[in-house]
């Protein structure tokens, strides 16, 4: 794999790791409400900042443009795709947010949930087949150029805000793995 989708692949398995936690959080449910909601509004907190801010953003501003722009049929149908998935993961995030504040968990859950696996079969379709795509239809100068634009904008959000993010995610499911 190329140090360019690498960096892709990379911060999918630290979304995997939050997404992990999502069914021990079902434990909380009953036994602790109040910190139920915390962890789940963190959990939301960290799939905005990072899965959103950090990785869907360089997806929808530097690859999934120019892969488009190499292919027209990838940019109308699998990019397409996934633009209108990620635009359902803010959807999807709003409404635990909102379930999260009327105070029904349950519904929290029943969307956590849904997110997760939603995002964990968006994540594969990436792993399998967009980024071999990428690396087969772009030429390694643009690999290359793609990988400092990639580090370019983890720079611009904060370096050390998307580290502390993943340790927090790997963190949070060791946490609750032994809760």
């Known amino acids: 794999m190329n140090k360019t989708t690498q960096m892709l692949f990379d911060e999918h398995s630290h979304i995997v790791n939050a997404i992990d936690s999502v069914k021990q959080l079902r434990t909380l449910l009953s036994s602790d409400a109040d910190s139920y909601r915390e962890l789940t509004t963190e959990l939301v907190n ?56 009327k105070g029904d968990n349950d519904e929290a859950q029943e969307q956590l949930e849904e997110y997760a696996e939603n995002m964990l079969d ?3 379709v990436e792993n399998d087949e967009l980024f071999i ?25 904060g370096s050390s805000a998307k580290t502390d993010l993943e340790n927090w995610a790997g963190a949070l499911r060791s946490r609750l793995m032994m809760a």
């Open 46 to 101: 960290y799939f905005r900042k990072y899965a959103d801010g950090y990785h869907h953003q360089k997806e929808e501003s530097i690859l999934f443009p120019l892969m488009s722009k190499k292919n027209e049929l990838l940019g109308n149908g699998v990019i397409e795709e996934m633009f209108t998935q990620h635009e359902d993961f803010r959807g999807m995030l709003d409404a635990i947010e909102a379930a999260v504040r």
């Open 122 to 124: 968006h994540i594969a």
């Open 133 to 157: 795509t990428a690396e087969s239809l772009l030429s390694d100068d643009e690999l290359e150029k793609m990988y400092f634009d990639f580090q370019d904008s983890d720079r611009n959000l």
